[in-house]
């Protein structure tokens, strides 16, 4: 299926700097265990993350509103950044000026893009909210942000305000990697998958189902008030819901505690400007989380879009091959990482010391483009949230 796609060859950017007239970004190496190659399709010699520092002669460390003019200056470019994570998936900026949640937020606001849908939790700034808050313990294996509902952001920025000693790295791999292996290694499986999608059944509470998780509110009641009675309550959900503009591959029931949402949703899409396929999944995540985490509540339940269970086999596969292509990103006070969500994958692994010695900010932006479909049926397309 893969060879009948009209396919753009990545294009590798050269070594050095990304230059503006004030400010340069200088490329630096980072440690094996925190940057590799990657393999195909990327082009031959490119590195995952692509690691940026500032380079201002004459200064120690460059003030904030000239790290922000640069950025917009080179997104003014045609995108300069947007276009490197294209091809590198993901990005880490270190050294700039950054100490607290509303100066992340300036610094994110500066690679202009519009906000999506977002989680209605605690805002520490405009755009900016904590990551993932589930307990230290818990393992957060690779994924695509959101690959379990129909609106996904196309780029996710994340800030290292407080690290921990030992563990709690950031997980980092290629989603198009990860296809292209998968390809290679379970045919099979990616046929299935691409012909029968999957059916993601998520099911939301009135009450927080597990530390870190969402309840009903946070992911849809945005627009509740106090006073609202619940028929009210639960047209404003629903409200919500459409804005997915998912026709009838999205339904619901209501249940006595919350509602069960059930998507058909495509696992494999294509990259933008390319066509290139891409794994944009939390499957690996589902099953190697349950193998360390236990009987850890899971609220998402995925099957083969015809309803049929994924064998376990294949799960476990991707985890495998997933362990061989990432990488943990060690952070360092003031580190952002920013993820393209359509072709690199994220996570979370577990620290010692106490739950408030990592504390990891996250900004979730859409982009222009959603991902393409790599199939022409309805169920396959991605369509961009509405407004609302």
Same mark, same amino acid.
């Given at each position: ?56 002669? %004459? ?248 309803? &049929? ?11 495998? &091959? &997933? ?23 994220? %996570? ?41």
């Amino acid at each position: 299926m893969a060879a009948t796609l009209e396919q753009t060859t990545l294009q590798p950017f050269g070594a050095g700097k990304i230059t503006s007239p004030s400010l340069s970004f200088e490329q630096f190496d980072l440690p094996s265990s925190n940057q590799r190659i990657l393999g195909p399709p990327h082009p031959e010699g490119t590195v995952i993350p692509l690691a940026l520092r500032p380079s201002n002669p %004459g200064s120690d460390e460059p003030d904030l509103d000239t790290v922000i003019e640069t950025v917009k200056y080179l997104q003014a470019q045609g995108g300069i950044l947007n276009n490197k994570l294209a091809v590198h998936g993901t990005l880490l900026f270190r050294g700039l000026p950054i100490h607290d949640a509303n100066e992340f937020s300036r610094f994110a606001h500066a690679f202009d893009e519009i906000i999506g849908i977002v989680v209605d939790r605690p805002l520490l700034a405009p755009n900016v909210a904590p990551a993932n808050e589930s307990p230290k313990e818990v393992l957060i294996y690779n994924h695509n942000e959101s690959p379990q509902v129909p609106h996904a952001p196309e780029y996710i920025f994340f800030y290292g305000h407080s690290v921990a000693k030992k563990g709690g790295e950031t997980p980092i791999s290629s989603s198009l990697e990860l296809f292209h292996r998968a390809q290679q290694e379970i045919p099979e499986f990616i046929d299935e998958l691409a012909k029968k999608g999957i059916l993601s059944r998520v099911t939301y509470k009135v009450d927080k189902q597990y530390s870190g998780g969402s309840t009903l509110k946070q992911a849809f009641g945005k627009e509740i008030r106090d006073g609202d009675d619940e028929a009210t309550q639960r047209a404003k959900i629903e409200a919500q819901i459409a804005r997915y503009g998912r026709g009838k591959y999205t339904t619901w029931e209501w249940t006595d505690d919350g509602i069960v949402l059930t998507h058909k949703l495509p696992a494999i899409r294509t990259q933008p400007g390319t066509d290139l396929p891409t794994l944009f999944t939390g499957l690996a995540a589902y099953w190697k989380n349950a193998q360390v985490n236990g009987a850890r509540h899971n609220p998402t339940q995925q099957l083969f879009g015809d309803g &049929t269970p994924i064998p376990e086999k294949y799960l476990e596969r991707l985890a495998k &091959t &997933t362990d061989e292509i990432r990488v943990l990103h060690k952070w360092q006070r003031g580190d952002v990482l920013v993820y393209d969500n359509i072709i690199a994958q994220h %996570g979370r692994e577990p620290w010692e010391g106490e739950q408030s010695d990592r504390v990891i900010m996250a900004s979730l932006f859409d982009g222009e483009q959603v991902p393409g479909a790599y199939i022409p049926e309805d169920w396959a397309q991605v369509v961009q949230a509405l407004q609302g």
